[in-house]
């Protein structure tokens, strides 16, 4: 989550959210209360159980969990990629869901390695926004999940993830000949090259 050119309108005082706001989309997301946000957790938590009770129970149970996840988490990310382009926001609302129900998901499942591999994305991140900055707190919440999913490359994968994203934000910043982009968008394709590379067995 970076900030959009200084030039352009600030839409959602008090708050990270700067840039444009189609149809007022941020604004609404930022006045959602903490309560309702712990709320859309805990369903997002439940639902996430009830797949993996459901899952366990079937011969094919991992493959299907699997899919599940995938087509979950990757509609989720490219959701807050394209809403972190458009208006330089990850909202609170949007992104703790996804990652409780991510770390909830993988320790459940039996593979609480992973769940390790997303909080390590989330400290590192957490760290460089301490030490230097250009780090925004939607990303560190964002890290999470899609540490989680690249973790299921190893070490590696999550560290993989982590290159690509940050060599893709320095390939956009160049090409834009901007100070500042979204960094979300870059996060995305990280965890996907990193998931990519781990299901089609490619050397990392």
Known sequence: MTAHPA???????????????????????????????????????????????ICRSLTQGAVVFGLVACITVGVWAVGLAVMDCCTGFLPDVLTWPGTVAALIGAVAWGRPELAVGGLAWAVLYLVVAGCVGGVGGGDIKFAPALGTASATGGVLGVCLAIAVAAVATVVMLVAGKRDTIPHAPAM?????????????????
């Open 188 to 204: 995305v394709v990280g965890c996907l090259v990193s998931v990519a590379c781990t299901i089609t067995g490619a050397p990392v």
């Open 7 to 53: 030039s352009a309108p600030t839409s959602c005082t008090g708050t990270r959210c700067v840039g444009r706001d189609p149809g007022g989309v941020c604004r609404g997301l930022v006045a959602v209360p903490p309560g309702r946000v712990a709320a859309v957790c805990a369903a997002a938590t439940a639902a996430t159980v009830a797949v993996v009770i």
